[in-house]
């Protein structure tokens, strides 16, 4: 059993910086995926990125390509999510969530996931 808690939303003006962190409890395996994923209300849950918990093997949104960017800690078993350059349309609930790796094809998934957090608010003022 995994428990993922996130922490590093909260408000921050267009253009800046925020970085989420994932804290894993229990063991993350090798062949695990970590993903992260946002949810504005009336929205379904959308992809933002995603890295392999092995090789660090990362996968983006088009949307958040060249402004985000996935890591990982394993010996602190924490992923993190670096935010930059962010839009007011950045503006959502983050949740990370980690699953076993199949294929880069289904990363981006989210009913590959079986462990979700419990989100974390970031908000981007115009």
């Known amino acids: 059993q995994v428990q993922l808690a996130e922490s590093g939303g909260g408000l921050v003006q267009t253009g800046g910086s925020l970085k989420l962190a994932c804290a894993a409890s229990?063991?993350?395996?090798?062949?695990?995926?970590m993903g992260w994923f946002r949810q504005t209300p009336g929205k379904e849950r959308e992809f933002v990125a995603a890295?392999?918990?092995?090789?660090?093997?990362?996968a983006y949104a088009d949307s958040v390509k060249g402004r985000f960017t996935s890591s990982r800690d394993n010996a602190k078993n924490t992923g993190y999510l670096h935010m930059n350059s962010l839009k007011p349309e950045d503006s959502a609930v983050y949740y990370c969530a980690a699953g076993s790796f199949r294929s880069r094809s289904t990363m981006s998934r989210a009913a590959v996931y079986d462990y979700w957090g419990q989100g974390t608010q970031v908000t981007v003022s115009a």
């Open positions: 229990g063991r993350i395996f090798a062949g695990y995926v």
């Open positions: 890295i392999t918990w092995n090789v660090g093997s990362t």
